[in-house]
């Protein structure tokens, strides 16, 4: 599955962004699609997922500032994340990616999502 990702940039504290994947033909009833990061020096973590069921999870420090979607046609099928209130720890590079079972998605752990978009940087200034 080919992901990519867009809507990265530059933003000052305080401000908002709004990132894109669009994963082509990814129609599957079973699946777990998700948002990460990884800052330099850093373990990429989880942001935020969604299941097939709409069931959302999120991690501690982006419960309440972002929130995951995702829209969904017979051709393909685009995640978004919403992101308000940065922070300048929230300057990362931020993967979107796919895993084949719902239930991955309330783990939020990078090693059990199948694919990955090439990443799109987000830089928050203070």
């Known amino acids: 599955v080919q992901l990519v990702e867009t809507g990265g940039g530059s933003v000052q504290a305080g401000g908002s962004l709004r990132l894109s994947c669009v994963a082509p033909?990814?129609?599957?009833?079973?699946?777990?699609m998700g948002w990460f990061r990884q800052a330099p020096g850093h373990e990429r973590q989880g942001v935020a997922s969604i299941d097939a069921y709409g069931t959302t999870y999120y991690s501690d420090s982006a419960r309440g500032r972002f929130i995951i979607s995702q829209d969904k046609d017979n051709a393909e099928s685009t995640l978004y994340l919403q992101m308000n209130s940065l922070k300048p720890e929230d300057t990362a590079m931020y993967y979107c990616?796919?895993?084949?079972?719902?239930?991955?998605?309330?783990?939020?752990?990078?090693?059990?999502?199948?694919?990955w978009g090439q990443g799109t940087q987000v830089t928050v200034s203070s």
């Open positions: 033909g990814y129609t599957r009833y079973e699946y777990c």
């Open positions: 990616a796919s895993g084949r079972t719902s239930m991955i998605c309330r783990t939020l752990q990078a090693g059990l999502f199948a694919d």
